[in-house]
T-cell receptor, first 109, second 113 residues
Framework: DAKTTQPPSMDCAEGRAANLPCNHSTISGNEYVYWYRQIHSQGPQYIIHGLKNNETNEMASLIITEDRKSSTLILPHATLRDTAVYYCISMEYGNKLVFGAGTILRVKS | SQTIHQWPATLVQPVGSPLSLECTVEGTSNPNLYWYRQAAGRGLQLLFYSVGIGQISSEVPQNLSASRPQDRQFILSSKKLLLSDSGFYLC????????????FGAGSRLTVL
């Protein structure tokens, strides 16, 4: 069973920041937060992960609350190609990834 | 660099026919290998994973089986397909032990008629 909760869908205007929330209120101290996305008819793509500090890479930023019970994935300047299903997963390092339903992000022009 | 290949990309099979999907990874050794399935409009379900040659763990009871005859080869099979086996099958890998980030293949879309 997935241990995270995400909204089923979100819309975002092209060029604006997309902020995707994720609740993981039962996360344990050893569990990381991972984000993947799946563009239609493709395999999922890794985006970013973190434990307790905020993280940033070329694709996105990950903001984790101090109590680690929730996080937000930020796509700073969303494009139409960012339309996808975004999965938030909490997992101990080295364990198997279990995907939930994710959030369908629709970027609109 | 590491790459992952899956084939065939698409196939249409009659009910009761056998199935073989193949996945290979290049550019690494002793990877962890995974098979996921995504039914139409559904999420990703982990079917099998393997940490080494001949070592297969099944996550859910089903009509499918997996084998790992070589270090970088992972095969998904069925002796007799069911309609419910239709879906998008994804192979993935990561470095083990203790690795986390999964890299997925392009997927194989199976339609059982």
């Amino acid at each position: 069973d997935a241990k995270t909760t995400q909204p089923p869908s979100m819309d975002c205007a092209e060029g604006r920041a997309a902020n995707l929330p994720c609740n993981h209120s039962t996360i344990s101290g050893n569990e990381y937060v991972y984000w993947y996305r799946q563009i239609h008819s493709q395999g999922p793509q890794y985006i970013i992960h973190g434990l307790k500090n905020n993280e940033t890479n070329e694709m996105a930023s990950l903001i984790i609350t101090e109590d680690r019970k929730s996080s937000t994935l930020i796509l700073p300047h969303a494009t139409l190609r960012d339309t996808a299903v975004y999965y938030c997963i909490s997992m101990e390092y080295g364990n198997k990834l279990v995907f939930g339903a994710g959030t369908i992000l629709r970027v609109k022009s | 660099s590491q790459t992952i290949h899956q084939w065939p990309a698409t196939l249409v099979q009659p009910v009761g026919s056998p199935l073989s999907l193949e996945c290979t990874v290049e550019g690494t050794s002793n990877p962890n290998l995974y098979w996921y399935r995504q039914a139409a409009g559904r999420g990703l379900q982990l079917l099998f994973y393997s940490v080494g040659i001949g070592q297969i763990s099944s996550e859910v009871p089903q009509n499918l089986s997996a084998s790992r005859p070589q270090d970088r080869q992972f095969i998904l099979s069925s002796k007799k397909l069911l309609l419910s086996d239709s879906g998008f099958y994804l192979c993935a890998w990561n470095r083990g032990p203790g690795a986390n980030v999964l890299t997925f293949g392009a997927g194989s879309r199976l339609t059982v008629l």
